[in-house]
Structures are given as C-alpha cells and as structure tokens.
C-alpha cells in the first residue's frame, strides 16, 4: 500500500482514473463521499491510497479553487467556448452566458469562432471585439486560428464547451492529432449536432497542461445550475466595468434606466447592443430570484 497525490482524468461507472507518479491508477471513491454527497470531479486534485495489484482509492478531494456542475469539473485554468458561423447557428445569449459563467467564477475565458471556411466570421467576431474577451477565428480547412489556440493551452487546465455540432472535437484533433476523438456529422434534419463526447475526460499535452472534452452543454443546465445573482451580473461583462459606477442612481440595474452610464456606452458604440441585450436577458431571469432557488 502506498500513498499518492494525483489528478483525475476522468469518471466512469462509479471508477476514477487517476494520474500520479507518472502513471494512471483506477480508483474507487470512498464511501464517506457519497454520505457528504460529494463526487470526484474530473480537474480535481486528490489523495490516493494504491493497493499491491495497482488499483487504488480516493480518500480525499482537495480544495477546489472553482467548478462546473454541468458538465462535472473543477480546477479550471482557462474555459474555451467554440461557437461555429454555421451548421449549428451561433446563439449570442448561449455563448455570453457561458463567458459571463466563466467570468464570473474566475475562469480565464477563450472565444473560439469554429467553421470560418463555411461562412463569413466577422459579423459574430464583431460582437467580441470591445468585450476584452480574446476571440479567435478558426477553420479546420485553412488552418486559420490552430496555432494561437495551440499556444494558449500550454500549461493551463483547459475545459472546451459549446453546443453540439460546433467542432470542439475537430478543433482538439487540430491542436494534437493523437486525440483521435470523435467526431459527429451534423444532423440536416435538425440543424443540429449528434453528442459525440459522452463523460468529461482530461487529455496531457506533450507541451505541458491538460484539456478537457465536454458533453455538450444544454440551455436547460445553465440556467438550473449555473445562474449568476443579479448583483454579480454587471461585473460578469468586462466591457460594462469602465462605467459600472458613472451610472445616475446607484441602484442603476442597466436595463433602461435614465442616466445609466452602460447604456450610454451602448450608444456610443462602445459595447455591442447583442451583449447588453444577452446582459438584459439574463438579468430578466434572475432579478426576482429567491435565496431557497439558488440552493
């Protein structure tokens, strides 16, 4: 019996797969987590107990310095969303809720645009010029964004989202061939993709760091476990800040108000009315939130 400190890659059927000391241990948690109502979490840092035939257990979770309830993971460095021009059409409220999540716990966020070969990128790239979130513009055909995503990754714990269909697979086959994962084709019928990626599962790079694959994410679970308090909303665009305390009153909500300094600058052509109008959309849902919803 030994002891080790390692990391989570993935879970699958009740058995976590650890890496420590240079090797991948299969783990089972310890019951004292499931009467906590705690699970591991691909991302999370752990202490391991490693029996003579190589199997182990997992007998503590280390802090966590953030997580993601849906998908499952935690420790996050860096949360790459891949929105495509086309094949699915992108959604500015889907894509700015995700930044606003990843902002709002601390999470470096990247905008990926997917599938510049198949339509013009400028009008989504346009949104997120202002926004102080870096964008990049990708195409698996051209080549166009590969390197600079690739130079992103290195040594961070990197987490890919995005809706079904959009090239999160195809962009990780991009950035390192080895990955192989699969890839869906589009359903024509639907206009939407097939879920190719069905568990959360974090792949080393030989630069240094990891990436993970995500299933992808769903309206539904964003808004049921993921919602930002109306309070913290604001400070969840980056854009809004330089004018988040020049507002008239200071209960300034940044709706409609008169005298209100954000809406000033959605005027002045200083933040992009999709992202103020995804900020009002949002707002809306949360504004008459109670304390005992968010539990």
């Known amino acids: 019996m030994k002891q080790e400190i390692g990391t989570v890659l993935k ?19 310890r019951g004292v987590f499931r009467k906590k109502g705690m699970s591991p979490y691909a991302g999370d840092r752990v202490s391991i107990t490693v029996a003579e035939d190589g199997t182990g257990t997992i007998d503590e979770i280390k802090p966590r310095k953030n997580q993601l309830i849906r998908p499952p993971i935690a420790n996050i460095d860096q949360l790459v969303i891949v929105a495509s021009t086309c094949e699915p059409s992108p959604n500015p409220l889907i894509i700015d ?3 606003a999540l990843a902002v709002d716990k601390r999470i470096h966020p990247l905008l990926v645009i997917s599938k ?3 339509a013009d990128s400028e009008a989504l790239f346009q949104i997120y010029e202002k926004s102080g ?14 390197n600079r995503v690739r130079a992103r990754l290195i040594g ?11 090239g999160k697979s195809s962009l990780l086959n991009c950035i390192d061939e080895k990955f192989q994962l699969e890839t869906g084709k589009i359903s024509q019928k639907l206009g939407r993709g097939r879920h190719t990626t069905r568990q959360v599962e974090l792949y080393p790079l030989p630069e240094g760091g990891y990436v993970a694959d995500t299933p992808g994410f769903s309206t539904v679970d964003i808004e049921r476990y993921e919602m930002i308090d109306k309070e913290s909303l604001p400070y969840a665009f980056p854009e809004f800040a330089p004018f988040l305390h020049q507002c008239r009153f200071t209960s300034c909500a940044h709706v409609c108000e008169k005298g209100c300094a954000v809406l000033q600058a959605v005027r002045d ?27």
């Open 156 to 166: 961070k714990f990197s987490a890919f989202t995005g809706n079904s269909g959009v």
């Open 11 to 29: 879970g699958i059927g009740g058995f976590y797969y650890v890496e420590a000391a240079d090797a991948v241990y299969e783990c089972k948690a």
């Open 133 to 146: 979130i870096e964008t990049i513009v990708f195409s698996t055909v051209t080549g166009e964004g590969i």
């Open 97 to 99: 809720k995700m930044l």
């Open 269 to 295: 052509g200083l933040i992009h009315p999709s992202r103020h109008s995804s900020y009002v959309s949002m707002y809306e849902e949360v504004k008459d939130r109670k304390e005992w919803e968010k539990k």
């Open 116 to 118: 510049a070969d198949l």
